[in-house]
């Protein structure tokens, strides 16, 4: 495993601060990415940030992150999380371990959120705990990637 790790957000994350803060908090979207890449930094990671709100963009990223060795996966598939079967058909194809975010508790809201496409398949699932989810994936995706160039 190399030590790059790429942060997928997707659809409607990018108004994050302005959206529904009552239920995503008031943390944008540049500030999650910023601390991430800080964060990877001082632990020699790199982490390459990218949102989008269009479902093949996400799924060409996917398959991109496979030629550019990408270690790990972090994703919030946000809307998608419910829908897409085809953005979990790409996280299976290059087979790299990701972890689904979720800021909100997914569970304790509407219905249709309790299903996901991914969480069976993701190596791990964080919901509920807001902007610092995102940074409780980085600190896994580190130790698994430094577990792996160790061989322990
Ligand atoms: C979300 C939860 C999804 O149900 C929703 O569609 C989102 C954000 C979250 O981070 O809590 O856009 O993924």
Known sequence: MTRIVWVLHGPNLNLL????????????LAQIDTDLATVGSHS???????QSNHE???????HAAAAAGVGYIIINPAGFTHTSVALRDALLAVDIPFIEVHLSNTHARERFRHRSYFSDVARGVIVGLGAA?????????????AQSRTGS
């Open 17 to 28: 601060g302005s959206r529904e803060p009552d239920t995503y908090g008031s943390t944008t």
């Open 44 to 50: 020699g990671v790199e982490v390459v940030s990218f």
């Open 56 to 62: 093949g963009a996400l799924i060409d990223r996917v």
């Open 133 to 145: 989810g995102y940074r409780y994936a980085l600190d896994h995706a580190i130790a698994a990637l």
